[in-house]
């Protein structure tokens, strides 16, 4: 099993539409000149963009996170271009790629150096083979200080990898709780 280069993942989109949209190079800048914070295809990943649909966390209805019966109160959806992360908070939010992981890949997805530098921890469960919809991204915001993310930009890497053989189940053929997501997806049991 290896890693595979940006000619694989730019020919498994174009043939099989792995991902969608695509963006076939790195993309550092907008025609404005504008500078973002990278996204696009590079070397031996694709950075992936952050929508800009958010769940946040809220307190007012003094809710129990519980991954076994999620209550809806616990979170507020927000609609916005830049996200302003509290101190020591979290977020929900997903990205605004679409994935259709082929039989005999996994991936893993790593937070871009620019936020991690910035306290800010990204967290993506791997994408299964089979798993295919929006990616639901977890934001955590490690500083005493508040933390701005930009939708529309990039937020994360995935690197994926090739079995030597398809995997006999697949996320699909299991019918997993996260197929085919089409929003920001909070916790299931």
């Given at each position: 099993?290896g890693?595979?280069?940006?000619s694989?993942?730019?020919?498994?989109?174009?043939?099989?539409?792995?991902?969608?949209?695509?963006?076939?190079?790195?993309?550092?800048?907008?025609?404005?000149g504008?500078?973002?914070?990278s996204?696009?295809?590079?070397?031996?990943?694709?950075?992936?963009?952050?929508?800009?649909?958010?769940?946040?966390?809220?307190?007012?209805f003094?809710?129990?996170?519980?991954?076994?019966?999620?209550?809806?109160?616990?979170?507020?959806d927000q609609?916005?271009?830049?996200?302003?992360?509290?101190?020591?908070?979290?977020?929900l939010?997903r990205?605004?790629?679409?994935?259709?992981?082929?039989?005999?890949?996994?991936?893993?997805?790593?937070?871009?150096?620019?936020?991690?530098?910035?306290?800010?921890?990204?967290?993506?469960?791997?994408?299964?083979?089979?798993?295919?919809?929006?990616?639901?991204?977890?934001?955590?915001?490690?500083?005493?200080?508040p933390?701005?993310?930009?939708?529309?930009?990039?937020?994360?890497?995935?690197?994926?990898?090739?079995?030597?053989?398809?995997c006999?189940?697949?996320?699909?053929?299991?019918?997993?709780?996260?197929?085919?997501?089409?929003?920001?997806?909070?916790?299931?049991?």
């Amino acid at each position: 099993m290896g890693i595979k280069s940006d000619s694989w993942i730019a020919e498994q989109a174009k043939n099989n539409d792995m991902i969608s949209p695509f963006v076939p190079n790195q993309v550092r800048e907008l025609a404005s000149g504008e500078k973002v914070v990278s996204y696009g295809l590079s070397s031996y990943g694709y950075d992936i963009r952050l929508h800009n649909d958010f769940k946040l966390f809220t307190n007012v209805f003094n809710a129990i996170v519980d991954p076994k019966r999620f209550d809806a109160t616990a979170m507020i959806d927000q609609t916005m271009d830049i996200c302003t992360i509290a101190p020591n908070s979290f977020v929900l939010c997903r990205s605004v790629e679409y994935f259709k992981i082929p039989r005999n890949v996994i991936t893993i997805c790593i937070g871009k150096s620019t936020y991690a530098r910035c306290g800010l921890l990204v967290n993506v469960t791997p994408l299964e083979p089979g798993w295919e919809g929006f990616i639901t991204l977890e934001l955590s915001n490690t500083t005493p200080l508040p933390v701005k993310v930009y939708a529309n930009e990039g937020i994360a890497q995935i690197l994926f990898f090739e079995g030597d053989d398809p995997c006999l189940v697949s996320y699909a053929d299991r019918f997993g709780k996260y197929q085919k997501q089409t929003k920001t997806t909070v916790a299931k049991v």
